[in-house]
């Protein structure tokens, strides 16, 4: 049986068409495995899918090829993000070092622009315009004075993102706090829910600060930067939910005994109420979540959760309605 190729043993011999398409004058048996064009020795680029020659390296190099490289590794790090196990803690996180870092390039290169942008102080959930304070409400006015209000509700959000950059402790423990807690906490009850408590803990803690100023008309002058209140919501949040799974909590309860008791010392400049007020809020949000838990419940636990916040922003008007001077 005749046989149209060389038999074992059989040395093969070049045709016509063995040689390499960018040198004519040299003979291979190599064939690209993209393209099936013969290559020498010199033309040849080992990769994971055998030989290939310099053309088809090129062109799967360059161009569209490569945009998709950036594209899928993009969206890689995306699913790596959305797979972190607290995403909306370590959001929180980020978004406040990076405040922070502007906060101290703007107080060392622009005046504080950068805090005095952020921060909460009673005046400004004031109507616009100077309001009067009667002779003796305000220490060292006795014959009374002026205080400028200027309304900028939103601040009462913006003023968790902000530390005080003259202590740098500040934004340590309370990032160190988030990152202890607020991880379990998110992966206990979701990153939505775990959201919508950070954000209505912070808010409370601003309602501490502004309802405060009923009681000492000074306090309507003290501007407050710093998440406190949101982790100290967070914190509660925590009592709240360890105590419906009859966890020992004594420990926690403890640890946030001590803390509000710092807020108490002389000389601390801590804002109590804030702590107070974002207590408040994050124990009550979470016992809304843990009272409505379950798929059967869920459409109730938005209802109120929704009831809750609209409840938070119609306070946030307090002083409209009832002005503190």
């Known amino acids: 049986m005749s046989s149209s190729g060389p038999s074992y043993g059989e040395r093969a011999e070049f045709s016509e068409s063995d040689v390499c398409y960018r040198h004519p004058d040299r003979q291979s048996f190599t064939l690209c495995q993209r393209c099936g064009r013969t290559i020498c020795g010199d033309c040849q680029i080992q990769s994971p899918v055998g030989v290939l020659c310099r053309d088809c390296v090129k062109q799967t190099s360059a161009g569209p090829k490569g945009a998709a490289r950036v594209g899928r590794s993009a969206r890689v790090a995306g699913r790596r993000f959305a797979a972190l196990d607290a995403p909306v803690t370590m959001s929180i996180i980020a978004v406040s070092v990076v405040v922070f870092v502007l906060q101290l390039l703007s107080h060392y290169f622009g005046r504080d622009g950068v805090t005095s942008a952020l921060w909460y102080s009673p005046t400004f959930s004031m109507a616009d315009g100077l309001h009067e304070v009667a002779p003796g409400q305000l220490a060292g006015y006795p014959e009374g004075a002026f205080i400028e209000g200027e309304f900028q509700p939103w601040r009462m959000l913006t003023v968790m993102f902000t530390h005080s950059v003259g202590f740098l402790p500040h934004i340590l423990f309370n990032m160190l706090a988030l990152y202890m807690f607020g991880r379990n906490l998110e992966q206990m009850i979701g ?10 803990a912070g808010l409370g803690g601003s309602l501490g600060v502004m309802f405060w100023g009923y009681a000492d008309t ?3 002058l003290g501007a407050t930067v710093g998440a406190s ?5 967070v914190l509660a949040a ?6 419906s799974m009859n966890v020992n909590v004594t420990s926690l309860i403890v640890l946030l005994a001590i803390n509000i008791g710092i807020g108490f010392m002389p000389g601390m400049s801590i804002s109590w109420q804030a702590h107070f007020g974002g207590m408040i809020v994050g124990a009550i949000t979470m016992w809304i979540i843990v009272q409505t838990r379950g798929p059967r419940r869920k459409t109730q636990q938005i209802i109120w959760l929704v009831a809750l916040a609209a409840l938070l922003i119609a306070l946030s008007f307090a002083y409209l309605v009832i002005s503190p001077v």
């Open 238 to 243: 925590t009592v709240v939910a360890f105590r």
């Open 229 to 233: 209140g949101a982790i100290f919501g």
């Open 191 to 200: 990153s939505m829910r775990f959201l919508a408590l950070y954000v209505f």
């Open 218 to 220: 000074m306090s309507l």
